[in-house]
């Protein structure tokens, strides 16, 4: 056994192995001082503080959580846990947690009883159904609730209240994911796995610092690269993360370029012919299209665009062109940029040019960025029909009312889902009266704060926010409702490469506090919601009961969970879906037969231009794709709506830190990871801090015509001519509570614009030009940022990032547990 500070050493130990072969065990375990292992109970559960699914296990003493422990069994995590499953689980037993609903009055909140709360929250919502309809009413949810709650909140907004504005905040972070697939293959769904890094002899990375996001994941990758025959990298990412400084071959291009330089990499594929002609002729349509739009992409015109080395462009094409099993993942730095869904779907493309699917190695990642962003749109949360069912198709409407046992004219299905910043929109027109927000925090999550604001404190509007703490979002609402966390309820999810878990509720609740799921019953309840025969709508009353009607409408599905049960989850691995009686123990990979969930009768969406966004019609998908192949779908480059220019000369873009999640609600209350990453900073370039006469530390004002936030200089390997700024850093914590109180703004989202990708309607937060200036220089000491990270400092001598003896952790290999 190993003792290991898993701040400093965010990845812990190397245990190398080779293509093909198993990854091997290491067990991490962190416990709270004093606390043995013989002295716990242990209770399975699983990751929530990414999308990676770590298998672990929560150690409870006294009614208490006091650790937790990788499970070795898991085929996810093989017993490895990141810093933010070994140390974010504290926040689960922090003092401020909600424990009594609150309501307003006088302006203020107070607390009241959960009669009361309840009261107000379906008796608002009765008098906006019977004045003003369903369109009155929204819904806007999580990626860290169970599939049991999302699919309870599914049936209540489409089957029982007939209201079409429902989204999760999986909008921000992975729709361009779900829309991705959906182009490319007819369905959401990834088509590789995690276990493809076993296998691949190349691994491309584009947007995707997954060293940070999914750091199990990236501890996977440094265990290949450790061990023989070793994969080659490409990293596509304007800043210099620890993927970056392993790879093969870095990219690093201008900000809102992605699709020329995806453009530019299949020119050289095609022009080279690395492309497998039979696979193509018989399992695509679409490749003379692709080959035409790529005629203006010759290497030297995308290098040029992209302002990257004609020459690494070059050698990037020739990894992607001569690997023999190529993996490629995609996350935020794409699927937040400008034409985010466009530039996914050429990833989608390189693989489908190459026939690099269905086999060990061979996969595409479109990565999720929450643990359980996969059930909220499997589950109709996020407003599409459950179980990847099509709203543009009426047969699938009917098929899902008789699961409902409803008319299928209650089920919205006249246009597409409404997204969420359309929702906002309506609620800044006052068309959109009552929002019921669970689990997330869009007064820092969503762009443009100021204007999000404005419109979240509206006296017409009624806002209802279910949380686990008082949030900046929750600060602003009529009611708020005390939520069970993590670890306080039972459940399952399911992570970005399909596994699904079971998570055991292993202690009580703190106070009043209700599992999500109680509280979409009782509201189910009180709004008196029935089926066609009149008996409840909603016909289960506990998390198990709830999974059994999920597997139902399931049943032929592409995610069949028809096999697995909660019996099968508990011991043992998370599974992959599907799982039926086909496939008893799950699926690794999707399209190994070149096998699509395309078919126009089988398919979850018709497609969308990927330009305008306009959804194809029924008939003209059929004409396009009648025997239900892949689709390869080209896409020109366009500029970005908004660039540099002289008063505002840098790119800015924003993203995530590998100690801290979302708004900071739970890993700001842990004191490892707040420790290691306490305050917001800006990074720039050094050739940028010269020229402007900047130092580290400084403190800069950055500005948009949006905003201003005031953050400390970290000089970075980043691309010159780029700021970055992690997302983060909000308010909850200061004395402003909700908003700036001294008009200098830490959140990020002061800056960005709102704008979205035209087909997955996902915020650009990548696309945007700032300025920056000194609001006062520094005193030697360097930004409070992390050195481990893509933040690591060019600068020597700023001190290293560790957590010392209180981020000790325990790491035994060798063996299974």
Request: hydrophobic share 40%; net charge negative; with cysteine.
């Amino acid at each position: 056994m190993t003792e290991v500070d898993r701040i400093a050493q965010p990845w812990g130990s190397r245990t190398p192995y080779g293509p093909g072969q198993r990854w091997p065990v290491r067990v991490d375990t962190f416990l709270e001082p004093g606390v043995g292992a013989d002295e716990v109970t242990w209770v399975q559960s699983a990751s929530v503080l990414h999308s990676n699914g770590d298998g672990l296990d929560i150690a409870v003493r006294d009614g208490r959580m006091v650790g937790v422990r990788g499970r070795a069994a898991d085929r996810v995590n093989r017993g490895r846990l990141d810093p933010q499953d070994l140390f974010g689980w504290q926040a689960n037993n922090s003092p401020d947690r909600l424990t009594v609903p609150l309501i307003r009055r006088g302006g203020e909140l107070v607390e009241t009883d959960w009669d009361t709360a309840m009261t107000a929250v379906a008796g608002r919502m009765k008098e906006l159904l019977a004045e003003r309809g369903p369109s009155s009413i929204g819904f806007y949810t999580t990626g860290q609730l169970f599939l049991e709650e999302y699919y309870t909140l599914g049936l209540i907004g489409h089957g029982g209240i007939g209201t079409n504005h429902m989204d999760g905040n999986t909008r921000l972070c992975t729709a361009t994911a779900a829309a991705a697939l959906k182009e490319s293959f007819g369905c959401d769904g990834q088509p590789g796995s995690y276990a493809d890094i076993d296998h691949a002899d190349v691994i491309a990375l584009y947007g995707h610092n997954v060293a940070e996001t999914q750091a199990v994941l990236w501890a996977r990758i440094l265990d290949r690269l450790a061990g023989p025959n070793p994969p080659a990298i490409l990293c596509v990412d304007p800043r210099a993360t620890p993927v970056a400084q392993a790879a093969t071959v870095h990219l690093a291009p201008r900000p809102g370029t992605n699709v020329a330089l995806l453009n530019g990499l299949l020119h050289e594929i095609v022009a080279n012919d690395w492309v497998d002609h039979g696979w193509i002729a018989a399992h695509t349509v679409g490749f003379a299209e692709l080959r035409e739009q790529l005629e203006p992409y010759p290497a030297e015109r995308a290098a040029a665009l992209c302002d990257v080395p004609v020459a690494d462009l070059r050698a990037a094409a020739r990894l992607l062109g001569r690997s023999e099993r190529l993996l490629s993942t995609v996350l935020q730095g794409f699927y937040q940029s400008h034409q985010a869904t466009a530039a996914a779907v050429q990833v989608n493309n390189v693989h489908l040019v190459r026939g690099m699917l269905g086999r060990p190695g061979c996969g595409i990642l479109q990565m999720n960025g929450q643990p359980t962003a996969q059930n909220t749109r499997e589950c109709g949360a996020d407003g599409d029909l459950p179980a990847f069912r099509n709203w543009a198709n009426d047969e699938h409407v009917r098929d899902l009312a008789r699961v409902w046992n409803i008319d299928p004219m209650r089920i919205p299905h006249y246009t597409a889902p409404t997204h969420l910043m359309q929702m906002m929109r309506y609620a800044e027109d006052g068309s959109l009266r009552f929002l019921h927000v669970s689990g997330t925090n869009p007064a820092v999550s969503l762009p443009e704060l100021a204007r999000v604001r404005r419109i979240l404190t509206q006296d017409r509007l009624f806002l209802v926010v279910q949380d686990i703490f008082l949030s900046e979002t929750a600060r602003l609402a009529d009611v708020v409702l005390p939520a069970a966390a993590w670890g306080e309820k039972t459940g399952t999810f399911t992570n970005a490469d399909r596994t699904v878990h079971l998570s055991e509720r292993a202690v009580a609740p703190p106070g009043q506090a209700r599992p999500d799921l109680d509280i979409f019953l009782d509201l189910a309840d009180r709004l008196e919601l029935t089926d066609r025969d009149g008996a409840p709508l909603v016909k289960w009353r506990t998390p198990e009961e709830a999974f059994e009607a999920w597997k139902r409408c399931t049943e032929g599905r592409p995610c069949d969970y028809t096999g697995l049960s909660y019996d099968k989850l508990r011991g043992g691995s998370g599974i992959q879906w599907p799982c039926n009686d086909a496939h008893p123990d799950g699926t690794e990979r999707l399209y190994a037969e070149a096998e699509f969930f395309s078919a126009p009768e089988m398919c979850e969406s018709y497609g969308r231009d990927l330009v305008t966004g306009a959804p194809l019609e029924p008939t003209e998908y059929r004409a396009m794709n009648p025997f239900g192949t892949a689709i390869i779908k080209a896409a020109e480059y366009l500029p970005p709506h908004e660039t540099v220019s002289d008063e505002h000369p840098y790119h800015l873009i924003t993203g995530r830190t590998l100690y801290q999640f979302h708004t900071r609600t739970k890993t700001g209350r842990a004191p490892q990871l707040q420790a290691a990453a306490p305050q917001v900073w800006v990074e720039m370039a050094a050739a940028d801090a010269r020229r402007e006469g900047f130092a580290e530390g400084d403190s800069l004002a950055v500005l948009t015509p949006r905003g201003r936030v005031v953050a400390r200089l970290r000089i970075s390997g980043i691309r010159p001519g780029v700021v970055f700024l992690p997302f983060h850093y909000g308010y909850w914590d200061t004395p402003g509570g909700h908003e700036p109180g001294d008009g200098n703004g830490r959140a990020a989202n002061e800056l960005t614009l709102t704008d979205w990708d035209p087909a997955s309607k996902q915020p650009l937060f990548k696309t945007g030009a700032a300025r920056l200036e000194r609001v006062a220089a520094g005193d030697g000491s360097p930004a409070l940022a992390p050195t481990t990270t893509a933040s690591r400092p060019v600068r020597p001598g700023v001190p290293d990032t560790v957590g010392g003896a209180a981020a000790t952790v325990h790491e035994a290999t060798g063996g299974a547990r």
